[in-house]
């Protein structure tokens, strides 16, 4: 299980005071508005990242302004363009029951009722309406599968299973379609 999300990326310095500008990678940016501490790396899955504390944050239109204690000017801000912001799960928003991150989804086998394994999520992305779970299957197209409580009625993060009961003629689709993988 992802120790550590991925929530934001410098994009650029703010100002002459040590704020940065930060492109939210969240479905909500008011959550900034609650950090307290944060670690930036340059690669958030191999290195380890450095802490900074977090001395107050603001919206601006599409982008997050951040001033870190650790930043006293424009010059130490603009050292840390292109650093990702990552939380730990300890410090991450509590979920609703039935809610995950998309880090806990990646890398669990979809198996359906009827059709026994299905392949391992490789992808979620959003649609407005719903969120999708890419499936990856050997040497086949990725099979398409909406996130929906009928569809994948349940989710065992621990033993790595989202269990499901596909609509009819949705897994014909992906069977009779032509094409490999994406």
Do not use: W
């Not at 191999?46 to 001395?55: F, L």
């Not at 299957?137 to 398409?144: I, P, V």
Request: glycine fraction near 10%.
């Amino acid at each position: 299980m992802t120790e550590r999300f991925v929530i934001g990326k410098i994009i650029n310095a703010h100002g002459i005071r040590g704020e940065v500008k930060v492109f939210p990678i969240t479905d909500d940016a008011k959550r900034f508005k609650k950090l307290k501490k944060v670690i930036l790396s340059k690669d958030p899955e191999g290195d380890p990242g450095i802490s900074y504390d977090v001395e107050s944050t603001r919206i601006d239109k599409d982008v997050v302004l951040v001033k870190f204690r650790q930043t006293e000017d424009r010059t130490e801000a603009e050292k840390l363009k292109g650093m990702f912001l990552s939380v730990g799960r300890e410090d991450a928003v509590k979920l609703p029951e039935d809610r995950f991150f998309i880090a806990d989804l990646i890398g669990l086998e979809a198996v359906d009722d009827d059709i026994g394994s299905l392949g391992v999520v490789n992808d979620v992305y959003e649609t407005g309406a719903n969120s999708i779970l890419s499936i990856r299957r050997s040497g086949k197209r990725d099979l398409q599968v909406p996130f929906l409580k009928t569809v994948c009625y349940e989710v065992d993060t621990g033993s790595g299973i989202i269990r499901t009961r596909l609509p009819e003629g949705l897994y014909e689709i992906y069977e009779t379609s032509k094409g490999g993988g994406r």
